[in-house]
């Protein structure tokens, strides 16, 4: 019976008179096609994509997974039953996959594709800031190698397989995100793309509501570690600060390498200092080396996604001129951005989403910045038994910073009470229900001199806040 590897591999040899292209990528979204490249449908609740497999042909697809008989339209292979159906002349025509599963056939064929190729690989996880650190990561190993990394946050069962579809056998690294949300998916996802170094980044409390617990997400992201090859083909790049990330250095039979502020780790920085939005400089010690750094990062939480792509650079045997090279890269996409308003506001949009550690984070920027300093924070989501604790706790920071606190959301309102408690007077806090609140209250009450922070879960829209303040004047 014909598999889905055996489709893959005639078609990179060129062996069906159906199929002379050689397959580029694959992608999932129609819009995204580009000539040559695989079409997966995949069904979904609102969206299915079956229904744009004509579009996809049309925009140059070769080919394309699904799970529908559409023999009617088009040449299909039938990898149900192990041979081919539809009265269709072979001949170089679009043609159709059809498997029982397309999101099973797209993780099949990545995985197949993944063990063709000889090639490093960097598999990073953790609850904050992971993205940061991927892109760092590649733009260090990207000083000397040719290196693919996930684009934006496919870090899923889907996105990581399409990222994988993309190497090719010139590539010599990729770095791949891996995301969490249930025990047993890191694990999943390493089978697929073969890490040799991990890095995990930080245990924080975002997923908790579905993980159950810090310690459960310990577990889950512990799941790379476990993954890795003995060493010394194997690194485990570990924080040394969480002592979560810490303790799985006893998980692993790869080599350890740590990273943090203390000295005990193995590269460990002191004497950081944030210079608001023009980046963070650092003393570095390595071993004998003492090095001081200034990187374009925001905040000085940011020292540890330095050390961390450092580490990599180190391990990988990059000199330390290529890895500074790479930490000062303009390139590295980072979620947060400063928008200048009309009215000459600073808006510090930090609305991809947040949990308490990303909103500290934020925060601890806002307290390097001059200005009047405004916090606008809505609900975070998905803490689980840590959502109360970890609303008070950002709200006691806002009232060590802020100089006025607006909150969104049910949620929002334990940050605000817990900033009153904690000495924020009460005429400096607003609390609404919604964004669109938010909106009207802050247009007429922003003044040219603020510096305002906007943060909160994904769902909770407050990227409609930046859009709607940027061009107040």
């Known amino acids: 019976m014909l598999t889905i590897a055996d489709v893959i591999e005639a078609l990179r040899q060129k062996r ?20 040559g490249c695989l079409f997966v449908a995949l069904p979904g609740q609102h969206v299915d994509g079956h229904d744009f497999v004509d579009q996809a042909f049309e925009k140059g697809a070769h080919a394309a997974i699904v799970q529908r008989d559409l023999s009617a339209r088009y040449h299909l292979v039938d990898l149900r039953q192990g041979q081919e159906v539809s009265d269709l002349p072979k001949q170089e025509v679009p043609f159709c996959i059809w498997v029982d599963d397309s999101l099973a056939a797209l993780q099949q064929i990545a995985h197949f594709w993944r063990r063709k190729l000889e090639l490093r690989v960097v598999g990073i996880t953790g609850s904050v800031g992971k993205s940061t650190t991927k892109e760092l990561v590649a733009e260090v190993l990207d000083q000397r190698f040719t290196t693919l990394k996930n684009p934006g946050n496919l870090n899923n069962e889907i996105g990581l397989p399409l990222t994988l579809l993309g190497l090719s056998e010139g590539h010599e690294r990729a770095v791949l995100e891996m995301g969490f949300y249930v025990p047993g998916e890191i694990a999943f996802l390493c089978d697929l793309a073969l890490p040799q170094i991990g890095v995990v980044t930080n245990i924080g409390t975002v997923h908790a509501e579905r993980a159950g617990s810090q310690e459960a997400i310990a577990r889950g ?30 998980l692993t039979s790869a080599r350890v390498f740590f990273y943090g502020l203390d000295p005990k780790a193995d590269l460990w920085a002191d004497n950081v200092e944030g210079l608001g ?22 905040g000085r939480h940011s020292v540890h996604n330095a050390l961390s792509a450092a580490a990599v650079g180190l391990v990988e045997g990059l000199t330390w001129q290529e890895i500074i090279d790479g930490l000062r890269s303009q390139h590295t996409q980072l979620r947060l951005e400063a928008v200048r308003t009309e009215a000459g506001a600073l808006l510090l949009d930090d609305t ?31 803490l689980g038994p840590y959502e109360q604790r970890g609303h008070e706790m950002v709200g006691v920071r806002a009232a060590e910073v802020v100089d006025e606190l607006v909150t969104v959301g049910e949620r929002g309102r334990m940050i605000a009470h817990a900033a009153c408690r904690a000495g924020l007077p009460a005429k400096a806090v607003t609390e609404f229900d919604r964004s669109a609140e938010a909106i009207d209250y802050l247009r007429s009450h922003m003044h040219p001199q603020d510096v305002i922070l906007i943060k909160g879960s994904h769902g909770m829209q407050m990227d409609r806040i930046v859009a709607a303040l940027e061009t107040i004047r």
């Open 16 to 35: 069906f008179p159906w199929a002379t292209q050689v397959l580029t990528e694959a992608v999932i979204d129609s819009r995204q096609v580009i000539p």
């Open 221 to 250: 992201k512990s799941e790379l570690v476990q993954a890795l090859p003995p060493a010394p083909e194997g690194v485990a790049i570990l924080n040394y600060d969480d002592p979560l990330v810490r303790n799985m250095a006893g």
């Open 277 to 298: 939005l023009e980046g963070i400089r650092f003393r570095l010690h390595y071993r004998n080396e003492v090095l001081h750094l200034r990187v374009p990062l925001i």
């Open 352 to 382: 991809y989403n947040a949990s308490p550690e990303s909103t500290l984070a934020a925060l601890n920027l806002l307290d390097e910045l001059d200005g009047r300093k405004v916090a606008v924070l809505g609900d975070m989501l998905e």
